[in-house]
């Protein structure tokens, strides 16, 4: 199973040159250090950054330079800093071609719940509800099954949705996944060393596995 640098960098392998990429809370921020040579892309973070760099090494951090969960980042050459205002214009308008976003939730319909956990305290919603609302088109970077031992590929979300039917593919600790039409989820790849049976054993929603499925290379 891959740990959450090994689905950062699966995912970090959809990434395509001259993208304009929001990087969400969570493993979707590690998907800056993993970035493929030779593949230029914008790094969004929606508390006003674009340009967005790697994580800094230790003792070279500036704690001016955040991203929307809080971690200190870097900034590459050209990248600019600017308010909160402008940078949900920039979602709203639809000038990012990609969202990756953590969830703890999924539905075979493609509805997502990454905002609120019932009776936990919550900040607020933040700009999720935003990124889904306008993203064209948005990965989801999750554990696949929660501390209980419970699927979080689900027939139906049982959390507070933050949006429906947007999300377009799933990379987790087990394989990736695409939505599809018609509803459902897709393996695509598996995870290095995860069988297909440990793979349908943790997925509660409907879930289509071709004959032949191919091994995940990171």
Not at 52 to 79: C, H, R, Y
Not at 174 to 182: C, D, F, R, S, T
Request: charged share 25%.
């Amino acid at each position: 199973m891959l740990d959450k640098n090994g689905i950062a960098k699966r995912i970090a392998k959809e990434v395509k040159d001259g993208m304009f990429v929001n990087l969400g809370i969570g493993i979707p921020t590690l998907v800056a250090n993993y970035i493929p040579e030779g593949i230029n892309v914008e790094l969004q973070s929606e508390n006003g950054i674009l340009g967005m760099g790697p994580f800094p090494f230790e003792g070279e951090e500036d704690a001016d330079l955040i991203n929307a969960g809080k971690q200190t980042v870097t900034l590459l050459k050209g990248s600019s800093i600017f308010d909160s205002a402008m940078s949900f214009g920039m979602i709203r308008a639809q000038k990012v071609n990609l969202t990756i976003l953590g969830a703890m939730e999924v539905s075979e319909n493609g509805d997502i719940a990454n905002w609120k956990i019932p009776g936990k305290m919550v900040k607020g919603m933040g700009g999720a509800m935003d990124l889904v609302a306008s993203a064209k088109n948005i990965i989801v970077a999750m554990q696949q099954v929660n501390k209980a031992g419970q699927s979080k590929l689900l027939q139906k979300c049982d959390l507070p949705l933050t949006g429906i039917k947007c999300v377009k593919k799933i990379v987790t600790e087990l394989g990736v996944y695409e939505i599809l039409p018609e509803g459902g989820f897709k393996l695509l790849e598996r995870a290095p060393g995860v069988s297909v049976d440990h793979i349908r054993n943790a997925t509660a929603g409907k879930l289509e596995i071709s004959d032949d499925i191919k091994e995940m290379v990171l």
